[in-house]
């Protein structure tokens, strides 16, 4: 049985003799993207704010299946041990992707700004070092933010806030980004040949699936065989399903 990250374009599916279009916006099928692959939950609001804590969540959700916490030092005095993201902050400082406020601190429920989400991003992607050479923060990030696409319908107010909806694009901008992977043997990087979706997607052994859903469990597109409970069909193909409203 396959498993998947199935993306839906478009559905069609019959229930009590009505069809059914159904057509996400651009930011839905992007936040679909992401809930499926665990990174964001699905019923993100578009216009809701977004916090540091948050911000690295998500970020290190892009690196790794899970994080194994025990409870250790979470590196900041304001990131308790307890506390539902400790182990992503945690595991975020140790990757690189954050440093705190140079105190000790990391403000984890401070709303993000757009500077900040950039450097995080970069450093996610291992071009850290190279923003640094190129005029360190904010310049040198944004500048190669801007060399790897990752503004592409991100948006920030005056102030440097985001939005969710600038968030989900960002990640989404990230998983086509090619990070740099250390060379076997070597003490250097280079461009990977995969996308970090890609990379992603092999880590969690899922596939890629886009198509017509002529099935979810019982609801059958008319005169298609239905699937189990836990079963999607797409283009009549069945596959594990793990639920969820998209």
């Not at 911000?55 to 308790?80: C, I, P």
């Not at 968030?167 to 070597?186: H, I, K, M, R």
């Not at 198509?211 to 979810?216: E, K």
Request: net charge negative; glycine share 10%.
């Amino acid at each position: 049985m396959k498993k998947l990250i199935c993306i839906i374009l478009s559905a069609l599916l019959l229930f009590g003799g009505t069809c059914v279009y159904a057509e996400s916006s651009a930011f839905e099928k992007a936040l679909f993207k992401l809930s499926a692959l665990d990174i964001l939950p699905a019923g993100t609001a578009p216009d809701a704010a977004v916090t540091r804590a948050e911000a690295a969540t998500a970020m290190v959700k892009l690196m790794m299946n899970d994080v194994a916490w025990s409870g250790e030092d979470t590196g900041f005095t304001d990131v308790k041990s307890f506390d539902e993201f400790a182990g992503y902050v945690h595991y975020a400082k140790a990757m690189g992707i954050v440093a705190g406020n140079g105190n000790g601190t990391f403000r984890p429920f401070d709303a993000v700004t757009i500077n900040e989400l950039i450097k995080m991003s970069v450093c996610l992607l291992g071009y850290g070092v190279t923003a640094e050479a190129e005029g360190g923060y904010p310049a040198g990030y944004l500048s190669l933010a801007l060399r790897l696409n990752l503004f592409k319908n991100v948006g920030s107010a005056e102030d440097g806030s985001i939005t969710a909806a600038d968030f989900v694009f960002l990640l989404n901008n990230l998983l086509q980004a090619y990070p740099l992977e250390a060379t076997y043997g070597a003490d250097e990087y280079k461009k990977s040949e995969q996308t970090l979706n890609e990379i992603l997607l092999e880590r969690k052994k899922t596939k890629t699936v886009k198509g017509l859903v002529t099935a979810v469990g019982k609801a059958v597109l008319k005169g298609r065989q239905e699937a189990r409970e836990d079963e999607i069909a797409i283009d009549g193909v069945r596959y594990q399903y793990d639920g969820g409203d998209n």
